[in-house]
């Protein structure tokens, strides 16, 4: 389900730029230069095997950030980091249950691309490597693991210095964590 929804996004993506592909240059996205972009970030949650029991992460909801430089119009460096915190029920073999808050932190290096399809909007695809800790609270439960991450999303430019920003990210980390939507502004220095 999850990948059809990330495919979807991407076809999307490119019917936008394809419709509008005469005017896809945009005097508000030609920005380089250092931005930073604080983000408010809702998990979806999932469900994964540990030992002989079953974690089932709720709907998270935290906060986070990307530091980048834009090297041009389409390509980008960043940084990020995020906070969250979700229930997470754990369901042993005998099919006893306990769920407490867990809280996931998270951060990792991207490669960013963007193509901006009209002069206010923007799609862009993010590639990177991340790394991932999980504390599950009074489940006993604290690991950390790593892996590739990505993401798909829009931007939108209020002007050449304030974008806002919706992505969906996934990654090849298995966790309670799960996929996640981020709702960022953007600020360009």
Not at 55 to 69: E, P, S
Request: with cysteine; net charge negative.
């Amino acid at each position: 389900m999850k990948k059809k929804i990330l495919l979807s996004g991407f076809a999307l993506m490119m019917c936008i730029s394809q419709a509008d592909a005469q005017s896809h240059k945009s005097e508000l996205a030609t920005h380089t230069g250092v931005y930073l972009e604080p983000k408010v970030i809702v998990t979806m949650g999932e469900t994964i095997s540990h030992g002989d029991s079953t974690l089932d992460g709720d709907t998270g909801y935290g906060i986070g950030f990307d530091l980048g430089y834009s090297f041009t119009e389409y390509f980008a460096l960043e940084i990020d980091g995020t906070y969250v915190e979700a229930d997470v029920t754990e369901t042993l073999i005998t099919g006893e249950q306990e769920t407490d808050k867990a809280s996931f932190y998270t951060y990792g290096v991207n490669s960013v691309f963007t193509y901006p399809v009209t002069e206010h909007f923007i799609v862009l695809g993010k590639v990177g490597y991340g790394y991932e800790h999980e504390d599950l609270g009074d489940l006993g439960i604290k690991g950390s693991e790593n892996g590739v991450n990505w993401a798909a999303g829009i931007e939108y430019s209020f002007n050449p210095h304030l974008e806002m920003s919706f992505e969906y990210e996934a990654a090849d980390i298995r966790s309670a964590h799960g996929d996640s939507l981020q709702f960022g502004l953007i600020y360009k220095f």
